[in-house]
Every structure is written in C-alpha cells, then in structure tokens.
C-alpha cells in the first residue's frame, strides 16, 4: 500500500538534514519521496493513509554484531580480568553461566524450545529498535540457514535484491592463509571475530593476516572487536579498505578496556556498533549505543552524536554493501523506520542515544509496521501480539514468522525459555521421557529437521574468526579445543528480562561488574541509575 509517515525525519545522508516536520512517502517497501509536510504530495499519494508518529523518524537501527541465541541469558557477572577471548572461553563459570547452558538447549530435540529460542532472541532485538541483525544459526542433517525472522538478517537475507555477508567460514580456510584469502576475495562482506582481548596473543590474530609482504585484508572484511590493535595496524586495514564493528560493553566487561576507536578513526576507517550478546554485553542496541556515548566522552574518541547514530544506520549499511538499499531516509531506498517519542525541541541524534525501550513508538521494516504503539499499529490497519512494556504496552507483527519451526506467541516463548533454564540440569533427561518445554508432551513427536546451531562453542566445521599461523604457532581459540573440554555441573539459571524497563537489577548488576573503569561506571549512572 502507499502511506505517508509524518514527523521529525533524520535523514542520515550525505548532508545530514534534519526536517523538523518532514513527510515520508511509502509505496509498498520502497520510499518514493522525503519531503517537508507542507509541500504537494508527489503523483499518486492523495488520498493515501497518513499516519503522524509525533516523533522523530530515523533509517531502521542496523546491528552488525549479535550472538542472538544467547539472548535469553542473563548478564553474567565475570569473575577476573582476562586478557584475551581464550581465557574466559574456558573459564569454568563462563562454562556454568554460559556455555554448557548453552550446549544443553542445543543439544535438545524439542522443536518447540528451538522456536522458542529463536522468538525470544529477535523480539529482544524488536525493542531495541533493531531492523536488520545477523541470523540465528540452524543445522539440518546436510544444512546450514538461519531462523527467518521478523527482521533483516545480514548472513542470510531473503531478498537477494541484498548481497549477503558471511559471518563465518570453513575451519581450513580459518587456518590456512591462501584459502583465507581466497574467502575474502570472494566476499562483499565477510563479518569476522579479530584480536579478541588487550595481550600480544589477541593481536597476534591480526598480525597472523600478513604473508610475506602481503596481507589477507581486503574491502570485505569487517573486523568485530579489533580490542588489541594498535594505531599502525589500523592504518593496514584502511589501506586495503577494511572496517571495524565496535562492541564497547563486552570489550570492558571482560577486559576492561576497549578498541582504540580513536585511532581507528584517525585512520579513516568505518567504524560499526554491536551489542555482541547479553552475556557479557548490552541488553539490546540501544542500550549498547549509551555505552558508546560514556567511552567516548571517557576516552576523548572525538565522536558527535551524529557519528555514533551513523555506527548504526548509514555507516552499518556501507560496511554491509547494503547502503545502495538501507541507512538513509532517502527516495528510492526500502522503507525501515526506527521512529522514537521525543520533544519537539530536543537534539534528534542525542535524543536516540538516550532513548529508553518506552520511547520506542514504531519500528518498521520493509514497508511493514513490526512493532509499534496500539495507536500506531492500529492507524496502518495492522494488529499483532501486545506484549508487556512496563506500565504500557507494544504490539508485536511477526509477519509470517518460519514454517519450518513450530508457531509460537511471545508469551508461550518467554514461558518455554525461562522452563528450559529452570530445569537445565534435568532438561535432556526429561525430553528422553517424553517431557518437553511447558508441560509439552513430546511422546511421539517426530525428531526436529532443524536444531540451534553454536559455532562460538561447537566444532561444527565453521569458524568465527581467523586461526592462521604466526612464526609456525596458531593463533586465536580453537572451539574444538572447548567442545572436549571438561563439563561442570549446571544449575538453574533465570531468564533474562526482556527490556530494561522490566529488568530494575540491570543496573545495580552492571556496577557491581569488576572490570568496567570507574569513570564509565560514573557515565553509565546517568542512564541507568
């Protein structure tokens, strides 16, 4: 259908316009004009629904970094200061907090907590004001996809008008410097975990990319997390036109410390934000937009407003190669809205940054509203799941959601999860007798064709980041290494609340972290108290 969504409109192109009472022209998923409300309707839009946010309208919030299976932990409190990825990957309570729960709800063969899984994780995205993520990863006997969700997936969109980027890549090709190359050369985006930590062993990952006088860099990768790197060696990545996906929260969580953002915008690099997972990072993009706003004001990055705004449309979209399609409020791009509550008179850029779960009024992807106040929702002819949002309440539009999983509303996926965690030490037992997710009997039930797929804990055959040798000795964590690893008991473990709002011990939990400096302690107060 052709609509008209009136508001404050934040462009994100090149000029960086703002209208302070902008009219966005919709036909079907693709926007046909921007425009200030006052002008003429271009041919074919009068009379064309009008639905007027009151609020301030940006380019759908893309996220490049997210472990979305995970998302159902709890942050979980780390117990040290590590130096690199290969510390706390087999650190025992990361294991009981983190993996083996983790491990166990993978290796289960109850459709209905994989369908589960899969909604709690990308709802969680929805109230963060997520429009594209990256996919939550399935296996089948001779398969390897991703959930179809209510969101863009960067590593398996269903629009091939998208080109897609690889979050992974065969273990022998993360191992051996030609085939390692010959990926990237084959990639338009290849998003891989680098230099995972603040020692010489995390940068030994990066330094690993050079062979001779040559470097495995090319123009496709996007480097997540680059903590070790060092100035020169982000000149490096700009001269082969390489990029970095910044998750600040996890980096201080685990390390206490962060990538040098600073540096690696002096080099000119493009520079994305993730929030990584909820275990050792932000509960959702917005949240992890905060975090980004206290480092840089911390550590004098140099950032504005509108340049960490950009880490999460326009920049986000031209490190994807998705930019031709998404990150700008601009005619012949697809219509993705992230569009929050805000006074007329406040900073649109700063007002993102402080926006809460609460001021999220629509969220809309493809031309389709998702998730959206009942007004909202209701003014496009649109209905859904209302799902609890502190004292109000989002309607949620899942659209079709997958076929191959069974249909599940958020309310009997939040039930299953937090049953699923409670009986984790007891969980793949009682599926042996019969017993599955929310009293589910699972007698007779055919075995799944699909299950959750790890690669950050299984040695599936894939990788997540580079293993290449430097000076004859490997380099990174070796996720086989962790599957034959020692299993600890697990216990009952709560699920993570789905917003902020409804979480009042995220803060005091996020202070209490050992590892996060004073100062970015101090900041983070102004957000959550």
Not at 62 to 69: A, G, P
Not at 406 to 413: K, Q, S, V
Not at 422 to 449: F, I, K, M, N
Request: glycine share 8%.
């Amino acid at each position: 259908m052709k609509f008209v969504l009136l508001g404050r409109v934040v462009m994100m192109d090149s000029t960086l316009a703002v209208l302070a009472n902008g009219a966005v022209y919709v036909d079907g998923n693709t926007i046909a004009a921007v425009a200030d409300r006052a002008a003429p309707p271009p041919a074919g839009f009068v009379g064309a629904t009008t639905v007027d946010t009151a609020g301030i309208i940006f380019p759908g919030l893309i996220e490049l970094h997210n472990h979305l299976s995970y998302d159902a932990l709890e942050l979980w409190r780390v117990p040290q200061k590590f130096t690199n990825r290969g510390q706390w990957q087999n650190n025992a309570d990361y294991k009981a907090h983190v993996s083996g729960p983790m491990t166990t709800i993978a290796s289960s063969r109850d459709a209905r907590l994989l369908a589960a899984v899969a909604r709690y994780a990308e709802t969680k995205c929805l109230f963060g004001g997520v429009a594209t993520s990256q996919g939550i990863s399935l296996k089948g006997d001779n398969m390897e996809t991703s959930y179809r969700s209510a969101m863009r997936v960067v590593d398996d969109p269903s629009d091939k008008a998208f080109p897609r980027a690889r979050t992974c890549i065969p273990d022998v090709s993360a191992s051996d410097w030609t085939k390692f190359k010959n990926e990237l050369d084959k990639a338009s985006c290849m998003l891989l975990h680098l230099s995972e930590g603040l020692d010489t062993a995390a940068r030994n990952a990066f330094l690993a990319l050079k062979q001779g006088d040559q470097w495995a860099i090319t123009p496709a990768l996007a480097g997540i997390h680059c903590a070790a790197l060092q100035p020169q060696d982000f000149v490096v990545m700009r001269a082969s036109g390489a990029s970095v996906v910044w998750s600040p929260l996890s980096n201080l969580l685990l390390y206490g410390g962060t990538t040098d953002i600073k540096a690696a915008r002096a080099a000119g690099l493009d520079v994305a934000l993730g929030s990584d997972w909820s275990p050792s990072g932000s509960k959702n993009l917005l949240n992890e937009l905060k975090v980004a706003k206290v480092a840089n004001d911390v550590f004098n990055i140099g950032l504005a407003d509108a340049d960490i705004v950009a880490m999460v449309t326009s920049t986000a979209a031209r490190i994807v190669k998705w930019d031709a399609l998404l990150g700008s409020v601009s005619a012949g791009k697809r219509a993705d809205f992230t569009v929050i509550a805000a006074p007329p008179s406040a900073d649109p850029y700063a007002s993102l940054i402080k926006a809460k779960e609460t001021d999220l009024a629509l969220l809309m992807i493809d031309g389709q509203p998702v998730l959206a106040t009942a007004a909202l929702i209701s003014a496009f002819g649109q209905a859904g799941e209302t799902i609890a949002l502190g004292s109000t309440t989002r309607v949620v539009n899942y659209g079709a959601g997958d076929p191959r999983l069974p249909a599940l509303t958020f309310a009997e996926a939040k039930a299953a999860m937090a049953d699923a965690l409670a009986r984790l030490p007891t969980l793949l037992d009682d599926e042996r007798e019969g017993r599955g997710v929310s009293g589910h009997s699972l007698a007779g039930a055919e075995t799944p064709q699909l299950r959750l797929a790890l690669h950050e804990e299984h040695a599936s055959g894939l990788a997540l980041r580079p293993r290449l040798p430097l000076n004859g000795k490997p380099t990174g964590p070796d996720a086989a290494f962790t599957a034959t690893a020692k299993p600890v008991p697990l216990k009952a473990l709560p699920l993570d609340p789905l917003t902020l709002t409804d979480d009042p011990n995220y803060g005091a939990v996020l202070h209490a972290q050992a590892n996060i400096p004073p100062a970015i302690k101090a900041g983070l107060k102004f957000y959550y108290g």
